[in-house]
């Protein structure tokens, strides 16, 4: 059973900084390319960064670039977040997920097949 | 960037009913690199419509995706109670950034 697992959430002071995991278990993590995607509480999905396989192609937001940095350990199968100089507007739950799916012996990248349960970051003083 | 619209912002209808949702792109999306994602509450989003059209395993055929270039549709034939939920559009052309749409919400009448 594919899973993926968010943790490192919470009530975080504004300036603050936080580190999010995300533990991936029953699919090759070292295989797929992966995403961070939060959601404002009652807002839409907006996607924040992207990581491929090796780690050398990443990509950012604008409203998290300079401030969020995407990682990835594939011998750990982890996915990881670091959020610095945190604000208000990044309140938000924050969902891991995958960035590639396959069918028919073709793949996609992009698009967001296996996706976490979600962490909670709060920003207030 | 690609910056999607989507229509209606809600979308009220009696289960047995049919949902057609647009989403529209501010630029060609190529390759009708298009997914559709269903999300509840309190749940994470499920993939249900990549490529503009094909269905994702385990997507119940009443569900449909449409389109090329910048206009999209997502069509449900028949709602069951179980489809009441949000609907999200995404494009993932080439490379990042790769926007969602605001969001349709479909609420039973």
């Known amino acids: 059973e594919v899973q993926l697992v968010e943790s490192g959430g919470g009530l975080v002071q504004p300036g603050g900084s936080l580190r999010l995991s995300c533990a991936a278990s029953?699919?090759?993590?070292?295989?797929?390319?992966m995403n961070w995607v939060r959601q404002a509480p009652g807002k839409g999905l907006e996607w924040i960064s992207y990581?491929?396989?090796?780690?050398?192609?990443?990509y950012y937001a604008d409203s998290v670039k300079g401030r969020f940095t995407i990682s990835r350990d594939n011998a750990k199968n982890s996915l990881y977040l670091q959020m610095n100089s945190l604000s208000a507007e990044d309140t938000a739950v924050y969902y891991c997920?995958?960035?590639?799916?396959?069918?028919?012996?073709?793949?996609?990248?992009?698009?967001?097949?296996?996706w976490g349960q979600g962490t909670l970051v709060t920003v207030s003083s | 960037e690609i910056v999607l619209t989507q229509s209606p912002g809600t979308l009220s209808l009696s289960p047995g009913e049919r949902a057609t949702l647009s989403c529209r792109a501010s630029q060609s999306v190529s390759s009708s690199f298009l997914a559709w994602y269903q999300q509840k509450p309190g749940q994470a989003p499920r993939l249900l419509i990549y490529g503009a059209s094909s269905r994702a395993t385990g997507i119940p055929d009443r569900f449909s995706g449409s389109g090329s270039g910048t206009d999209f549709t997502l069509t449900i034939s028949r709602l069951e109670p179980e489809d009441f939920a949000v609907y999200y559009c995404?494009?993932?052309?080439?490379?990042?950034?790769?926007?969602f749409g605001q969001g349709t919400k479909v609420e039973i009448k």
């Open positions: 029953g699919f090759t993590f070292s295989s797929y390319e």
């Open positions: 995404q494009q993932y052309v080439i490379s990042p950034p790769w926007m």
């Open positions: 990581i491929s396989t090796s780690g050398t192609s990443i």
């Open positions: 997920a995958s960035a590639r799916y396959c069918s028919g012996g073709k793949c996609y990248i992009g698009v967001a097949d296996y």
